[in-house]
């Protein structure tokens, strides 16, 4: 699989990483999620000459105004990989300025959704009574593939999916690049054997964990960075064990099981504040130091950057 390329001028020479939407479930804005930001999955990955966004929540509004900016005209190539289609991974997307300009072009990656494909899904939420432009009728064009294989290429960036143990049709990334591998899995739990039980939705019989903890180490392992689920602390897994999204304590003795350099939290819950989330920073880093490790621990935030 191959891709255009942008410009030869914007040519990253290392991988950059820009937190756009750190945030699970619903935006959560107002003064106590100031910091770490309250806007719903979205990052930006620069490599070599590609632009790649791993999920559209709300936070691709904010990256397709900076896109359109510092591009000021130039076409834009750009491939967006979705992990699946629960509202916080595509709601950004009606509100992606580039689609509306006509010299760009937006490739849409993805798996089949639960019930439906991901052009229908895609394509619905911008229908009428919902939204009043269509996805068919903006003027950029937009592709949308419904993926069947789980390794491919954009442009010189190999890419690996896995399947995530997360209510519905859901995966995670691993992206080899240049500067280093990126893996990003914004909605996942761990559990110890493939086959448990997760909760189920829509009266269907409960769906079973896909991947095992020692499966996910194995294709995480020695990742430079690491971009996960953590949206629950110890006693509140305890409560919400089932639903599909992550515990602190199992992520970070995962990732250093893995040997993963850096780990940063994702998918922070909508009622965690500030200090909760700086609070679950200190308890993994002290969970690292206490075992020894040298995993780096930090939790996404928006506007964060790091480079590989």
Partial sequence: MSTGRNSSSRIQPRTRIKFWGVRGSIPTPGPTTVFYGGNTSCIEVRAG???????AGTG???????????????????TLLLTHTHWDHIQGLPFFLPVYKPENRLRILGYKGARLGLHNILTGQMESPFFPIGLRKVPANVTIKELKEYEFDIGDVRVRACR????????????????GSVAFFPDNELREKRGLLLRGTGGKAPMRASVSVEQMAEFLRGTDALIMDTQYDLPEYKIHAGWGHGCL???????MKAQVKWLFLF??????????????????????????????????????????
């Fill in 49 to 55: 000459d590609q632009i790649i966004i791993l999920d």
């Fill in 60 to 78: 691709l509004r904010g990256l397709g105004r900076e896109l359109v900016s510092e591009f000021d005209g130039e076409p834009l190539q750009i």
């Fill in 267 to 308: 998918h922070h819950d909508p009622d965690h504040d500030d200090t909760k989330i700086k609070g679950m920073i200190s308890h993994a880093r002290k969970l690292v130091k206490k075992a020894g490790a040298g995993l780096q621990v930090e939790a996404a935030r928006e506007g964060l950057t790091v480079e590989l």
């Fill in 249 to 255: 304590d199992d992520v970070v003795a995962m990732a």
């Fill in 164 to 179: 995530a143990n997360h209510p519905g049709n859901c995966v995670g990334y691993r992206l080899f690049t240049r500067g």
